[in-house]
């Protein structure tokens, strides 16, 4: 307690020098949780979305079906277990047929997946009761992204190719009835829905399906042919992905820090080549080497706590700011395939701060604790003179 | 010598590596030192009187011979042991008094009791004290850059005699000071000499400093060269 009292003595007397080592270290305080509390709310939103819109509290999938390989689709579909179908009746699963397809939007053609769903479903938030009103024309709902790419629009009709189960081109016109916004690509970008029955019908699958996606009252069924997903393993690669993020990010603030602790680093260098006397002086008083050598490190580190209450003074202001109206992101960032909103609210959880406070603190302390430890090798006599080079 | 021994060297000699040879700073020196003697060591520069007050104040270590201080051998003394001797029993007083700039006068002198652990009110009573003693009750909130050097020596001698310590060591402290500043000073020493029965030993070869020591001790070349009581030198 004594040496920090002293420490903090000294650095207060320290003046400007101590401020600007302060600001700069500040300024990585918040900016390391500005980036971390961004990309754990991107995270927390992109998960909450995608369960929301996708894949709800797990999904089923017939045993060849592969997400990552389009030509899985030929063979992945398979007739419902009699108790997964009960379970679909009552809302609880809800079975997607999802097949390849071609629509031809202003005569040219694009390559889409066309995916059937119940349109009386509630697990996801997909408007699909948008698909029920079934005139001569089948209905499509479509998602924003696919519409910005084929220019199509709600009311549009456009040409639908597909091939059966037997492999045999058949087509139609279908009614885009919708188009919804959506922060999920993944159920959007070169995707058609259009009512599971039709699809169904159009490709002779009847009563067959490629996925269920399961509700919070799902009912385990054990049958060969189908595998449990769980959120944690449909969630794992977007995690991944921001994970990356987050380490791409972490150069930025690293690099800052960096240059923090470098500043800190060279303050105490100095600091005890200009302070010889005064060391010396602390030694004549009765202080050890080794209780000088934890002065001069508490008073390195003790940077880091003035940089936690600065940083604090403004960076709690401005976080509560960007928690209340969001981080804006800008338009086309979800265009590589991760689930983003318009504007990320950030999350500040407690061990983002307490971990951010704790790398600081303890990488201030260690440089200058580096520089600190030549205290020890000092002779009392020539410090006192000033003398040691 | 009527003084009980509390300091006491016994064929002591310091040398200091210079390049590949050695450079004898002291050589086979024997002295002894009573409680409340006020003593200095005189010489001309490079005799070896601050080498001396070093090792007497466990600053530095012996080559050869003994340093007995408070009955400690300096030369056995761990780093721990040396800290704790003259954070206990020694104070130092510097030629350019070695205040701690961003302390007020009332921090600076409050300081060596910080490192004794006494309690805010033993510490305040004892720095009052100390300050009148030295005639700076009314600077107690000034930065060391705010005094004269007068006032600063002064304020490094009550930073030295407020712990009240057996021995206080004082390196050239009239040095950097004009004559009547010095003369304000060593009436304070020997009155607190007087008063706390410390023991005084000065480094010094200002002629000002002589007229007030009890016993003066020359070196040259690091060697005794005599060692003098003022009254036996009277008689």
């Known amino acids: 307690m004594l040496s920090f009292k002293i420490a903090v003595k000294n650095l207060i007397g320290a003046g400007l020098k101590t401020w600007l080592n302060v600001f700069v270290l500040s300024l990585s305080f918040v900016m390391i949780i500005f980036y971390n509390s961004m990309i754990d709310g991107w995270n927390k939103q992109a998960e909450t979305d995608t369960i929301a819109w996708e894949i709800g509290q797990g999904q089923i999938w017939e045993k060849d079906y592969d997400p990552y390989d389009p030509y899985s689709l030929i063979d992945a579909h398979a007739v419902i277990p009699p108790e997964l179908k009960n379970q679909a009746t009552k809302g609880d699963v809800v079975p997607i047929l999802i097949t390849q397809a071609s629509v031809y939007p202003q005569g040219r053609m694009q390559n889409i997946l066309l995916k059937g769903i119940p349109t009386d479903q509630q697990l996801l938030d997909l408007p699909t009761a948008e698909l029920s009103d079934e005139g001569e024309t089948t209905p499509a709902i479509i998602g924003r992204r696919m519409s910005e790419a084929t220019k199509l629009k709600q009311g549009d009709r456009v040409l639908l190719r597909w091939r059966d189960k037997n492999g045999t081109f058949d087509a139609q016109e279908i009614l885009i009835t919708k188009v919804f916004e959506n922060n999920v690509p993944s159920i959007d970008a070169g995707q058609v829905w259009i009512p599971l029955a039709s699809l169904q019908e159009m490709t002779g699958m009847t009563d067959e399906a490629t996925l269920l996606v399961v509700g919070d009252d799902y009912q385990p069924v054990a049958d060969a042919n189908w595998e449990f997903k769980s959120i944690g393993f449909l969630l794992a690669d977007m995690r991944a992905i921001i994970e990356t993020k987050k380490g791409s990010a972490a150069i930025m603030y690293l690099l800052l820090l960096g240059i923090a602790l470098l500043a800190i680093f060279d303050t105490q260098v100095l600091s005890i080549f200009r302070r010889q006397k005064e060391i010396g002086t602390y030694v004549a008083l009765g202080m050890t080497r080794g209780q000088v050598v934890k002065l001069f490190t508490i008073e390195g580190g003790a940077h880091s706590l003035f940089a936690a209450a600065l940083g604090a003074l403004y960076g709690i202001p401005l976080f509560i700011y960007l928690n209340k109206v969001g981080i804006p992101m800008p338009a086309g960032t979800d265009s590589a395939g991760l689930p983003i909103s318009s504007e990320i609210i950030p999350v500040y959880g407690l061990g983002l701060v307490v971990g951010t406070i704790l790398l600081v603190v303890l990488s201030a302390t260690i440089v200058s604790y580096m520089p600190a430890r030549k205290i020890a090798r000092m002779k009392p006599t020539e410090a006192l003179k000033g003398k040691i080079q | 010598m009527n003084h009980a021994s509390i300091i006491s060297i016994q064929h002591m000699t310091k040398r200091f590596p210079v390049g590949k040879g050695e450079f004898t700073a002291l050589n086979d020196i024997n002295l002894e030192f009573g409680e409340g003697e006020f003593a200095g060591l005189v010489g001309p520069s490079g005799s070896g009187k601050t080498t001396l007050l070093n090792i007497i104040g466990s600053l530095d270590t012996p080559s050869e011979g003994t340093a007995t201080v408070m009955g400690q051998d300096i030369s056995t003394l761990s780093h721990k042991a040396s800290a704790l001797l003259r954070n206990q029993h020694i104070g130092f007083i510097f030629q350019s008094y070695n205040l701690l700039p961003v302390y ?122 005599s060692d003098v009581e003022k009254a036996a030198a009277a008689l």
Do not use: C
């Open chain 2, 104 to 225: 007020t006068v009332f921090e600076n002198v409050e300081f060596a009791l910080l490192l004794q652990n006494r309690s805010a009110s033993e510490r305040k009573k004892a720095v009052l004290d100390a300050l009148e003693w030295v005639g700076l009750t009314d600077k107690m909130t000034s930065k060391p850059a705010m005094l004269s050097g007068g006032e600063g020596q002064r304020v490094a001698i009550a930073r030295a005699m407020v712990k009240r310590p057996k021995i206080l060591l004082a390196d050239e402290p009239s040095a950097n000071l004009d004559a009547q500043n010095s003369h304000q000073i060593l009436k304070t020493m020997k009155a607190l000499n007087r008063e706390l029965k410390t023991t005084f030993i000065f480094s010094t070869h200002d002629e000002k400093v002589m007229q007030y020591l009890d016993r003066i001790i020359s070196l040259e070349d690091g060697k005794v060269v």
